[in-house]
């Protein structure tokens, strides 16, 4: 059991830098990333966003958690979903139980309160993705879905969707026409400059309204990881 909470807490020193070291530097870059956000919505409020990727691997699920937490701190009431059905991340992250997420409140198996989990940080709530469905795309693009959005409005300030990788599956897409800003996430030296002007045009084909790009795991000097924002 030590072994295990151990593991855990290292995932979440990890993973969770604005909740562990919210004075680091990461920590101030992803408050800026949330100031720019706002920005965006000087006409039209931005209360649902997507984080999402070209591919694997860039740190999507990272900065989507770090961007529900800064957005907690600063007193609005956020719920991060797991948009991920195909390979969910999320629980891992905030070690929480999966046994109730998003596919119970799409498939109207729960009420949303019912399948949401508390977290430790103060106005941050989790909806894990629940049971891996055969249907993901087919469950973001139904009723259910508009249902649910509708419903979290009625309940929380911002709602951040964990979304899958754009070139993977159209969940991304799906998911991006129904929200009102999405922002895509690119690794340094590991993303590749094709596939990511690809994930662009296909969200853009999807009418998704793009915030801007985030360079993660940029390195400086200092070793410390920076995090840039820029238009899409």
């Known amino acids: 059991m030590a072994g295990k909470k151990n593991k855990n807490s290292e995932i979440k020193k990890r993973n969770l830098i604005a909740e562990v070291n919210p004075r680091s530097v990461a920590s101030e870059q992803y408050r800026t990333i949330r100031t720019n956000i706002q920005f965006s919505a000087i006409e039209d409020d931005i209360r649902t966003v997507v984080v999402t990727s070209s591919s694997p691997g860039e740190g999507k699920s990272?900065?989507?958690?770090?961007?529900?937490?800064?957005?907690?701190?600063?007193?609005k009431r956020v719920l991060l979903v797991d948009a991920d059905?195909?390979?969910?991340?999320?629980h891992f992250t905030f070690n929480i139980m999966n046994t109730l997420g998003l596919t119970n409140v799409l498939t109207r198996q729960s009420e949303l309160d019912g399948a949401v989990t508390k977290t430790e940080i103060e106005r941050l709530d989790i909806l894990p993705s629940g049971p891996i469905p055969p249907n993901p795309s087919e469950l973001l693009s139904s009723r259910g879905m508009t249902s649910f959005i509708t419903a979290a409005k009625s309940v929380y300030d911002l709602i951040v969707f964990d979304s899958p990788p754009v070139l993977a599956v159209t969940d991304a897409q799906v998911?991006?026409?129904?929200?009102?800003?999405?922002?895509?996430?690119?690794?340094?030296?590991?993303?590749?400059?094709?596939?990511?002007?690809?994930?662009?045009?296909?969200m853009l084909s999807a009418k998704a309204r793009i915030l801007g790009v985030i360079l993660n795991d940029k390195k400086m000097k200092s070793n410390d990881e920076y995090y840039y924002y820029g238009n899409g």
């Open 175 to 202: 998911l991006s026409h129904q929200c009102d800003g999405s922002i895509l996430v690119v690794r340094s030296r590991i993303a590749d400059k094709e596939k990511a002007v690809k994930a662009k045009e296909l």
């Open 85 to 90: 059905m195909r390979k969910p991340t999320v």
């Open 62 to 75: 990272t900065t989507a958690a770090n961007l529900a937490i800064v957005f907690a701190q600063q007193g």
